[in-house]
């Protein structure tokens, strides 16, 4: 079984920065992706960004795309998403998020298998 341990969520400005980290650990995969949903309150759970395994392929929506980047450490046991410029709309709850099947999962129709508790993001202003 994995486990999945988001990190680093808080109350900050807008325009200011934030970076979110999430601790995988348990079984592990060969082959997998990473990545980043959020939910905001009332809505549905959207997804933010995804990383593949090696680490060399990254995805993104479109609303973050400017302003967020995923990446991996060296062991890819943890990934992390630095969010800059952030905005009122960015505030939600963010879900990391964990894929075994082989492949790159992405966008707003993936369904990962594994997620973790999530870590609140409030931007105010």
């Known amino acids: 079984q994995v486990q999945l341990v988001e990190s680093g969520g808080g109350l900050v400005q807008a325009g200011d920065s934030l970076r979110l980290s999430c601790a995988a650990s348990g079984r592990t995969f060969s082959f997998y992706s990473m990545g980043w949903f959020r939910q905001a309150p009332g809505k549905e759970r959207d997804f933010v960004a995804s990383?593949?395994?090696?680490?060399?392929?990254?995805n993104y929506a479109d609303s973050v795309k400017e302003r967020f980047s995923i990446f991996s450490d060296n062991g890819k046991n943890t990934v992390h998403l630095q969010m800059n410029s952030l905005k009122p709309e960015d505030t939600a709850v963010y879900y990391c998020?964990?894929?075994?099947?082989?492949?790159?999962?992405?966008?707003?129709?993936?369904?990962?298998?594994?997620w973790g508790q999530g870590t609140q993001v409030t931007v105010s202003s």
């Open positions: 990383i593949s395994s090696g680490g060399t392929l990254t």
């Open positions: 998020a964990l894929d075994p099947r082989p492949g790159f999962r992405s966008g707003s129709n993936w369904r990962p298998g594994y």
